[in-house]
């Protein structure tokens, strides 16, 4: 697992080089809209909290150049708790990773102050800056189409829905961590935690 900025840099290389080997077409159903997320967030001993708060998705975009990520979703936190909702209908391209036909979002799951004006769309700044912690081992998975040889994993999560993922070693001979499909319920988001996250790339 690693910090988010080191991720969008180093991912670049491997999705780069996998689109030069993609020739797949979608052959899926249409997307489905309203996939419902629930979690907790909870304070790290020692640490402090707003009286308000919100959980946000940010998608980690790195087949451009720059990376970039863009903020699409985000929730209130009630007592402690939150209900997010995606749908996968509506998630703009620019959220997505496009490698020729291939589409794959990845979104990491954070939570910021409740009264943080932070508009659907391209994140300028570095994330870290406005985070108070993040959901470290998990994230928000989209697919469409089949993707290059060198990106298995995303074949385990359905087409054209958002799904969750959970983080997971990499397979053997394989360098970078994977995520694999888990219930969209019971995810942690810690404030003052570590801010890291999945290693996938």
Known sequence: MTRLLPVLVGSALLLASAC???????DGPPAAAGTLVE?????AEGATAPA????????????TSPDYAYKFGEAPVKDGKFQLTV?????PQDALNTLGEFRLGVAMIAVVPGDAAI???????NPDEMMLGNATDNALIFRRAVGPPKLK??????????QCGKGAPPPEGARFHIFVPTACKGIDVKVGGPKKWVNWT
Not at 39 to 43: A, D, P
Not at 87 to 91: I, N, Q, R, T, W
Not at 153 to 162: D, I, M, S
């Open 20 to 26: 030069a080997t993609s020739d797949s077409k979608p």
């Open 39 to 43: 979690g907790s967030v909870s304070v």
């Open 52 to 63: 308000s708060m919100k959980v946000i998705a940010l998608w980690v975009v790195t087949a």
């Open 87 to 91: 749908d996968g209908a509506k998630l």
């Open 119 to 125: 508009p659907d769309g391209r994140f300028d700044g």
């Open 153 to 162: 994993w995303p074949e385990a999560f359905g087409e054209g829905t958002v």
